[in-house]
């Protein structure tokens, strides 16, 4: 009896998730269409990249944050974090002038240095994920701030930085197609990540952990440390956000980054990504970032004023928690 319920329970588990990601895809193309209809503008070819383009950053940094999900915990330092990492990349390639990669790697590292800080207060030090990134998001917005000295890093003598995210190699060998590398970015980070939830042992452990964190550790698993390794990844992964966002500016803007942890949330929740941890996807987390991408210019377009474009965020978010606090009720 207990063999035939546990496979047919997971399937459940599966049709569910698989359902709310069908919603959230329909979502997506009801927001195209009445956006379509609304405004001529909207499915303009320089728009639609304009989409892409913005959800290149907002995806990668979604994506980050649904590791941290997935284990049952929430990173509110994604937004500085990503900062941090553009600013790192500016002392790198425009005060000591090293090579492209050089910078892009050191992005990258600070941002996995970061993730592991974060790791472990939240795994060693028993600090709720909550307040531990609470203050990480506070101490990173004022190291941005005191090593830029309040002042943006431009990246002018850095040639073909900007083209990191907005040139197009697609566009190069097909023309009709300029897909922004930034957008390619984002899809070889989804893929990657993807690729190690579903068949590495950190990717069965981050589950494992949402799920019932305790057996495992009863297991004889070193649960410190694999949580410590999701959010070292996922900081790795705010780093190439910040690659991302600093080459799309041509600078690092050390205010800037606060707010954008509160979208990559909204775009895991709307994806599908339980809030209670042990259940989600990179391909539900990229729909809710391309919605929230869609609302965004969508609502703009239709010139409807930045606050009340805010609401409409923060209702979405609301009935997708919602929607999760149902699903789970009825497993």
Not at 116 to 126: C, E, Q, Y
Not at 235 to 252: E, F, K, Q
Not at 275 to 299: D, E, K
Request: hydrophobic residues 55%; glycine residues 12%.
């Amino acid at each position: 009896m207990t063999d035939t319920a546990a496979p047919a329970q997971k399937s459940g588990i599966r049709m569910t998730g698989a359902f709310h990601r069908l919603l959230a895809f329909s979502g997506l193309i009801a927001l195209v269409v009445v956006f379509s209809v609304a405004s001529p503008n909207f499915m303009q070819t320089q728009n639609i990249l304009a989409i892409l383009q913005a959800t290149a950053v907002n995806g990668v940094l979604a994506i980050a944050v649904t590791l941290v999900i997935i284990t049952g915990g929430i990173d509110l330092s994604v937004g500085t974090l990503m900062t941090f990492c553009a600013v790192i990349a500016g002392v790198f390639l425009t005060y000591w002038g090293l090579p492209m990669p050089i910078g892009i790697l050191g992005a990258i590292l600070a941002g996995a240095a970061s993730g592991l800080i974060s790791g472990t207060v939240v795994a060693k030090l028993k600090v709720p994920p909550f307040i531990a990134t609470l203050g990480m998001m506070l101490i990173l917005k004022g190291l941005s701030l005191v090593i830029s000295g309040t002042r943006p890093i431009y990246f002018n003598d850095t040639p073909g930085f900007n083209q990191i995210a907005l040139g197009s190699v697609v566009g190069q060998i097909i023309p009709a197609v300029p897909v922004p590398n930034g957008v390619m970015i984002l899809f070889l980070v989804a893929l990657l990540t993807a690729f190690i939830l579903g068949k590495t042992a950190l990717g069965r452990y981050t589950f494992a952990l949402g799920s019932n964190e305790e057996a495992v550790r009863l297991s004889g698993v070193n649960v410190d440390r694999w949580k410590i390794g999701v959010y070292a990844l996922s900081g790795a992964i705010v780093g190439v956000g910040g690659v991302l966002i600093a080459s799309r500016l041509n600078s690092a803007q050390p205010a800037l980054g606060q707010g954008y942890e509160l979208e990559a949330i909204a775009a895991v929740v709307i994806g599908g990504t339980s809030l209670s941890g042990g259940r989600g996807t990179v391909l539900g987390t990229l729909i809710g970032a391309l919605i929230i991408s869609v609302l965004a210019n969508g609502l703009r377009i239709l010139s409807v004023a930045q606050e009340w474009q805010t609401v409409v965020t923060g209702t979405i978010i609301i009935l997708a928690v919602y929607a999760d606090i149902l699903r789970r009720r009825k497993l």
